[in-house]
């Protein structure tokens, strides 16, 4: 991945330039077409994501709770826990994403004191 599209997203502001292109290493992207569950409620949690293009909705327990698009990010709680997806995410739209693992999002992204307070703010509202 291209560390100019981590300067299109705002979630990465926080980063510094220098350390963007070590993120983009550990980052791939994703399309997906409409309809791709992304995320399964109940599964176990992966990989963190970032959308750069297209809309997703958030549904749980089969009730709709959120609707997402650029700049969104989800799967921000299997970083800080250990429990199961609290929700599924599904393409509304074909969807360009941000996908980091795990391991690479602790090492990289939750080193960036901002970038991880924005991500643990996150995970505290849906828990």
Same mark, same amino acid.
């Given at each position: 991945?291209?560390? $100019?599209? *981590?300067?299109?997203?705002? #979630? =990465?502001?926080?980063?510094?330039?220098? +350390?963007?292109?070590?993120?983009?290493?550990?980052?791939?992207?994703?399309?997906?077409?409409?309809?791709?569950?992304?995320?399964?409620?109940?599964?176990?949690?992966?990989?963190?994501?970032?959308?750069?293009?297209?809309?997703?909705?958030?549904?749980?327990?089969?009730?709709?709770? $959120?609707? *997402?698009?650029?700049?969104? #990010? =989800?799967?921000?709680?299997?970083?800080? +826990?250990?429990?199961?997806?609290?929700?599924?995410?599904?393409?509304?739209?074909?969807?360009?994403?941000?996908?980091?693992?795990?391991?690479?999002?602790?090492?990289?992204?939750?080193?960036?004191?901002?970038?991880?307070?924005?991500?643990?703010?996150?995970?505290?509202?849906?828990?």
């Amino acid at each position: 991945m291209f560390p $100019a599209v *981590l300067n299109t997203v705002p #979630f =990465f502001d926080a980063l510094l330039k220098r +350390s963007r292109p070590g993120v983009a290493r550990l980052a791939d992207e994703l399309e997906v077409p409409a309809g791709t569950h992304v995320t399964k409620q109940g599964e176990c949690a992966g990989a963190f994501f970032v959308i750069l293009d297209g809309t997703a909705e958030v549904v749980k327990d089969g009730e709709r709770v $959120a609707t *997402l698009g650029p700049g969104d #990010f =989800f799967g921000e709680i299997g970083h800080f +826990s250990s429990i199961s997806r609290v929700a599924a995410v599904i393409a509304l739209s074909r969807m360009r994403l941000l996908v980091v693992a795990p391991q690479e999002f602790r090492t990289q992204v939750h080193s960036v004191c901002s970038a991880a307070e924005r991500v643990q703010a996150a995970a505290a509202a849906t828990a």
